[in-house]
C-alpha cells in the first residue's frame, strides 16, 4: 500500500470553524473541504461552531449536515458570541484525537491541501504549521509574524523594514521554520495540545494565534510555513460584521493589551504613531 495512503488511513483530524453571521462564506469553505481531498480513506470531522448568528447560518449548516455523505460534521450552537478562542477550544474538547486544523470561515481550501499539511506534519510533529495563504486573485497574501516586539517596531515603522512587525509571506516554495503562523489556517498537532493546553480564552479576537505560537516556542516546539498547502482567504470577511469599517482597528485594542501588557502596549502604539507620522511628512 503506498505510504501516504497507509499514514492516511491511519489519521484522524478536527476541522474547527468559528463562524459569525457568515453564512454565505461559511458554505464556500464547508464545500471547499470535500472537493480538496484527494484520498478520503482517512478519518475527518468538521466542527462549526456557530456564536450566535442571525443570518440563517444555523439552518444553512444543518442543511449541509443533512446532505453531506463524505464527512462528518458536527454543530455546536452558542447562543451568542463568545469570541474566537472560546469557540476553538469548545471544539478541541469534543474532537478526535489526532491534530488539530484551525480554518476560517471566509477560506476555501485548495485541492490536495489538507492532506499536505497532513503528511508534513507527521514528518516533524509535534508542531504547528500554517498554509499558504492566497488572496482571491491568486497573490500572496501575508500569514507569518515575527513575534512583535519593540524593537521590531521600531524597524517596520522608523525605518521601513517591512515585515518584522506586520504579517509577511515567505518566498520559496519549500517548508521553512517561521516564529508565528496566523490561526486562519493553523495545523496543531496534538502532542502540542497535551502540553501547552488550549487557546487563552481571555483574547475574544485576534492575538490568539500570535500568543499560542509563542506559548510553543517557549515550550520548545517548533512553527512552519508549508507553501505548497494553499488556502484562498477573503481577508477580514470573517470579523468584519464585529465593526463597522471605521473602527475595525479597535477591535484589536483589548487583545493587544493583553498580549503585550499595558506598558508595552502603550509604548509600542506610541513608535507606530510616530512612525506613521514620519512617514507622512517625508512624503
Known amino acids: 500500500m503506498d505510504i501516504v495512503v497507509f499514514y492516511l488511513l491511519k489519521m484522524s483530524l478536527s476541522v474547527i470553524i468559528v463562524n459569525f453571521n457568515t453564512k454565505d462564506l461559511l458554505k464556500k469553505c464547508l464545500e471547499s473541504i470535500p472537493s480538496s481531498i484527494q484520498y478520503s480513506v482517512f478519518s475527518i470531522q468538521i466542527i ?5 448568528s442571525t443570518d440563517g447560518s444555523v439552518d444553512m449548516i444543518k442543511g449541509t449536515i443533512i446532505h453531506n455523505t463524505k464527512f462528518k460534521i458536527r454543530l455546536i450552537e452558542n447562543q451568542t458570541n463568545l469570541g474566537f478562542a472560546k469557540a476553538v477550544n469548545l471544539a478541541i474538547r469534543q474532537g478526535q484525537d489526532g491534530p488539530v486544523l484551525l480554518l476560517n470561515s471566509d477560506t476555501f481550501v485548495k485541492k490536495g491541501a489538507i492532506e499536505k499539511l497532513l503528511k508534513f506534519e507527521e514528518q516533524v510533529r509535534p508542531a504547528i504549521i500554517g498554509a499558504r495563504m492566497l488572496n482571491p486573485d491568486g497573490t500572496f497574501q501575508g500569514s507569518c509574524f515575527y513575534l512583535p516586539t519593540i524593537d ?12 518584522y512587525f506586520s504579517k509577511y509571506a515567505p518566498t520559496g516554495d519549500k517548508p521553512v521554520e517561521v516564529e508565528a503562523v496566523s490561526g486562519g489556517a493553523m495545523l496543531i498537532s496534538r502532542g502540542v495540545i497535551d502540553k501547552i493546553g488550549l487557546l487563552d480564552e481571555r483574547y475574544f479576537f485576534y492575538f490568539e494565534d500570535l500568543d499560542y505560537c509563542r506559548r510553543a516556542q517557549k515550550a520548545g516546539f517548533k512553527i512552519y510555513f508549508l507553501p505548497s498547502a494553499q488556502i484562498i482567504h477573503e481577508h477580514g470577511a470573517s470579523g468584519k460584521n464585529l ?41
Open 48 to 52: 462549526v461552531v456557530d456564536n450566535g
Open 243 to 283: 465593526a463597522n469599517e471605521s473602527n475595525q482597528w479597535r477591535r484589536m485594542i483589548p487583545s493587544s493589551k493583553i498580549y503585550y501588557g499595558l506598558f508595552k502596549y502603550y509604548l509600542i502604539t506610541l513608535i507606530i504613531w510616530l512612525g506613521q507620522k514620519l512617514s507622512v511628512k517625508i512624503k
Open 152 to 163: 521590531r517596531a521600531v524597524k517596520e515603522y522608523w525605518f521601513g523594514k517591512s515585515g
